[in-house]
Nanobody, 117 residues
């Protein structure tokens, strides 16, 4: 069983910054990528960012230039540095791991980010 422990969320003012962390534990079979999605109340869950390998990254258009995803492979940890936060960034952020070997996604419980005006 894979468990994902998210941390770093909270309340910030618009224009501020937060860094989310997600540490994976348990067995993850084979090569895997890690990423973040987010969901605001009443909205769909949206893609935010993903990282494959050590530096192959992908971002949603609305976070490009503001968010940076990175990972520490040895620690099985992914980070999301969020700068210039906007109220529209307020959501529950979900960390995930995708295993290429077994074709499975594993999800964290989500962590809340609230950006005030």
């Amino acid at each position: 069983q894979v468990q994902l422990a998210e941390s770093g969320g909270g309340l910030v003012q618009a224009g501020g910054s937060l860094t989310l962390s997600c540490a994976a534990s348990g067995r993850i079979f084979g090569i895997h990528s890690m990423g973040w999605e987010r969901q605001a109340p009443g909205n769909d869950r949206d893609f935010v960012a993903r990282i494959q390998g050590s530096d192959n990254t992908d971002y949603a258009d609305y976070v490009k230039g503001r968010f940076t995803i990175s990972r520490d492979i040895a620690k099985n940890t992914v980070y999301l540095q969020m700068n210039s936060l906007r109220p529209e960034d307020s959501a529950v952020y979900y960390c995930n791991v995708y295993s290429y070997a077994d074709g499975r996604y594993y999800w964290g419980d989500g962590i809340s980010v609230t950006v005030s005006s």
